[in-house]
């Protein structure tokens, strides 16, 4: 995925409200040893989230978007080299 054969991209739907899965990335991401760069708000109607984080050289988001009319979210995940690295 990407511009890069270094990146990675894995999406999703997953049962559970944008906060749970926020939770559940929030705690697994820093077990596995990476730090937190950020975490904005998403704009618009829909519930949402995306997450930054950074080790070793590379950085990760996870975006979560809640699906309408139902009990799920949609989540991508991205893995890759740190702007640092790209250029």
Do not use: C, H
């Not at 906060?19 to 708000?41: F, H, L, Q």
């Not at 998403?42 to 989230?49: H, I, S, W």
């Amino acid at each position: 995925s990407g511009d890069s054969p270094d990146s990675a991209s894995l999406m999703y739907a997953a049962t559970g409200s944008v906060d749970d899965i926020r939770t559940y990335y929030s705690a697994e991401m820093k077990v596995e040893g990476w730090s937190g760069i950020g975490a904005p708000n998403m704009p618009g109607r829909l519930e949402g989230t995306v997450m930054f984080f950074q080790r070793g050289g590379k950085e990760a988001s996870v975006l979560v978007s809640e699906i309408p009319q139902t009990a799920g979210a949609l989540v991508l995940v991205t893995v890759g080299p740190g702007q640092a690295e790209v250029g």
